[in-house]
């Protein structure tokens, strides 16, 4: 019989436990406190300038010699940014003219504008991240080249891809990936897909069906990822066949995080449906909080805007909620492990609890097997 390496043994950590690069939210302080209690942290690389990428992967090296990872995005979308004069004027008056509702009540300018075009970043980025080797390139939403995943293992780092389907695991695999990240439908955060689905449906198998299946596809490990936030999920998915597991909306609200403040208290309150999965946010499937912006959009039957382009029309009123304090009209990226996250620790803190509970959980499973 022929055994995987386990994720520890590969990526050199204590425990199985991967904080996920969430953008605007993972950076060295997070990264750092994760790495320091054994799991693997990753600095979210997306639309991050190169330089500011480089600092940032320094300043993580000043902090800890633990393993560490750095996420990109390779979605099509990004590589080069779509362009927005190839909108048509129809498209982007409606959406404008939605924007402009919550524009009025948050006391900004209205406009119909085409927004700015993106920046083309993501090549940079890669150079970066082979230029500086960190341990671990963790891609989403998009396709690795085998060219680029050449590049990564001749500078001895590990590849590590988020997939939502078994085909996508499948074609990751082959193509050279030394971890597959299952993503299922409970994230939070954009589908990990490359192009746009017409709707989410295609993207949101849960975890519990999807883990399996993938385990059985490929033969290196997988981690889980998807309404896990303590131990009790680490053991359920080891149980199903991970590796190991990823969690997002749990590190959300840590200490070290990045995210405001509005944005770790609405994590705080919220049950499992206080969720959406949406593209009133991006432009893509996303599992967000559900909140006035994302719910009167959906309402409204407006257009969305192309990916990307349509986080790029909205920045405005991101940036006027987040300054008013109005977590009404921000996007709070959370899957549905919201309803199990109830405090603030330290990000090392909940990898601690997590392996606590997990091994809590292993030693009183024979009894409850009796049980049965």
């Given at each position: 019989m022929t055994f995987r390496t386990t994720l520890c043994d590969l990526l050199d950590i204590e425990y199985p436990i991967v904080q996920s690069g969430m953008g605007a939210i993972a950076g060295p302080d997070l990264v750092v406190?994760?790495?320091?209690?054994?799991?693997?942290?990753?600095?979210?690389?997306?639309?991050?300038?190169?330089?500011?990428?480089?600092?940032?992967?320094?300043?993580?090296?000043?902090?800890?010699?633990?393993?560490?990872?750095?996420?990109?995005?390779?979605h099509r979308a990004l590589r080069p940014p779509i362009d927005p004069d190839a909108i048509r004027e129809e498209t982007l008056r409606g959406a404008q003219e939605m924007l402009n509702r919550f524009r009025q009540r948050l006391g900004i300018p209205t406009t119909i504008a085409r927004p700015a075009r993106a920046p083309d970043l993501v090549d940079a980025a890669i150079k970066v991240v082979l230029d500086e080797r960190p341990p671990v390139f963790s891609a989403a939403l998009g396709w690795l080249e085998p060219g680029l995943v050449d590049d990564c293992h001749r500078r001895g780092i590990k590849v590590m891809a988020m997939v939502s389907t078994v085909e996508d695991a499948r074609t990751a695999a082959a193509g050279g990936a030394d971890v597959i990240v299952a993503q299922g439908g409970e994230a939070g955060g954009h589908r990990s897909?490359?192009?746009?689905?017409?709707?989410?449906?295609?993207?949101?198998?849960?975890?519990?069906?999807?883990l399996p299946q993938v385990v059985d596809a490929v033969r290196v490990p997988v981690v889980a990822a998807g309404g896990i936030a303590d131990g009790r999920g680490l053991v359920a998915a080891l149980a199903l066949g991970a590796s190991g597991v990823l969690l997002g909306t749990r590190f959300v609200a840590t200490r070290e995080s990045m995210a405001p403040e509005l944005y770790k208290k609405r994590v705080l309150e919220s049950e499992s449906g206080a969720t959406t999965v949406t593209d009133a946010l991006s432009g893509l499937w996303a599992r967000a909080l559900a909140n006035r912006f994302t719910r009167e959009y959906a309402e409204s039957g407006a257009p969305v805007l192309p990916p990307l382009i349509q986080r790029s029309a909205a920045n405005d009123v991101y940036m006027a909620a987040l300054k008013q304090g109005d977590a009404e009209y921000y996007p709070m990226m959370a899957g549905q492990s919201v309803g199990l996250v109830r405090d603030l620790p330290g990000a090392g803190e909940v990898v601690e609890t997590i392996i606590r509970e997990a091994r809590a959980v292993l030693s009183a499973l024979p009894e409850r097997i009796r049980q049965t």
């Open positions: 406190e994760v790495c320091r209690a054994g799991g693997l942290g990753i600095l979210a690389g997306l639309n991050v300038p190169p330089d500011d990428l480089r600092r940032m992967i320094h300043r993580t090296r000043e902090l800890t010699n633990r393993p560490f990872g750095v996420n990109l995005w390779l897909i490359d192009g746009k689905p017409a709707s989410p449906d295609a993207t949101t198998v849960g975890i519990m069906a999807l």
